[in-house]
């Protein structure tokens, strides 16, 4: 019932910006330069090590999450749904790989602008491109917040 109720936004989202679409196709996969930033900004001593890890062990507690969780694509839900991300494979949804790896960026580059932006349009182009579903982007933002408050120290 969630799901019906929640792929409404997915509609209404895709419906109001069938015109931006192509550039959504674009912005998504700019989530591929998650690892080049972070090994990036290792080398150059922005972030340690730890935060490479407690990425690499995030992304693996996702898809851990999905393999239980189990929960279907907003498209594979809905018919009226279009799935405009034609990489994505009839995987489950929840949580968000893209959005948690966009989330964590963000979180821990919190002070470029830019950054935030970017990443604010790869989390928004999950739901426009009809594979994600709000509370999958939720989920995701919850996992990183918890990684980022409690493994680092801002001191």
């Known amino acids: 019932m969630l799901n019906l109720y929640e792929s409404n936004i997915n509609l209404f989202l895709q419906k109001n910006f069938q015109y931006s679409i192509g550039f959504f196709k674009y912005i998504t996969h700019l989530v591929i330069f998650t690892y080049p930033l972070l090994l990036v900004s290792l080398y150059m001593k922005k972030i340690k ?8 062990l995030g992304m693996l507690l996702v898809l851990f999450i999905k393999r239980i969780v189990g929960r279907p694509r907003p498209y594979m839900v809905n018919n009226n749904i279009i799935k405009y991300d034609t990489t994505v494979r009839n995987f489950t949804s929840f949580p968000s790989g893209h959005a948690f790896s966009a989330i964590y960026i963000m979180l821990l580059f919190n002070k470029n602008k830019y950054i935030k932006v970017i990443c604010s349009m790869i989390i928004f182009s999950r739901l426009i491109l009809g594979v994600h579903y709000m509370t999958d982007i939720i989920a995701s933002y919850i996992t990183s917040y918890i990684i980022i408050k409690s493994f680092f120290d801002y001191t």
Do not use: G, S
């Open 49 to 56: 090590l730890k935060h490479i890890i407690y990425f690499k």
